[in-house]
């Protein structure tokens, strides 16, 4: 409902990932286009934005966002979420772990200038893992086309 995540598992799914920054509010767009294979290709679209000091929420639809700490551990890029949080308008309501996905952790680490390695789990308090994404990524221009598991 929320656009966020991606609804069916797989290996070696093809995905093209489009990142760009819009200079009018500072936002860092996704545009992720998964191909599982016999499916029509399915778009995981999201935004980014600083919220203060090393934390940043990344949105998707109806104003959903999941907080999330960034920090450097042993040469990768680190995201640890801190909650959700439901933007109305002017209104910023922050929403627990528990009540959606649990708690998630991404780990980008660069494995040469053309290549990201990156992990993404989801781990709710009751029911265990409730997401995983990760995979390599080959970095082509303004694109980046990877191998993945979803």
């Known amino acids: 409902m929320f656009g966020a995540l991606v609804p069916y598992r797989g ?4 995905v093209h990932v489009r990142n760009y920054c819009e200079a009018e509010n500072n936002h860092v767009q996704f545009r992720r286009l998964f191909s ?16 203060d000091g090393d934390e940043i929420v990344e949105f998707v639809r109806f104003g959903l966002g999941i907080r999330m700490k960034l920090s450097v551990e042993d040469a990768a890029l680190c995201y640890s979420t801190r909650g959700y949080l439901w933007r109305m308008g002017a209104v910023r309501l922050a929403l627990p772990d528990r009540l959606f996905f649990g708690r998630g952790k991404i780990i980008e680490r660069g494995i040469d200038e053309d290549q990201v390695d990156m992990d993404f789990t989801m781990v709710h308090p009751l029911f265990g893992t409730s997401f995983r994404y990760g995979g390599g990524f080959h970095i082509l221009g303004n694109a980046v086309i990877n191998r993945q598991e979803a």
């Open 11 to 14: 290996t070696n799914v093809p």
């Open 36 to 51: 599982f294979s016999g499916r029509k290709p399915y778009a995981f679209n999201s935004h980014m934005e600083h919220l």
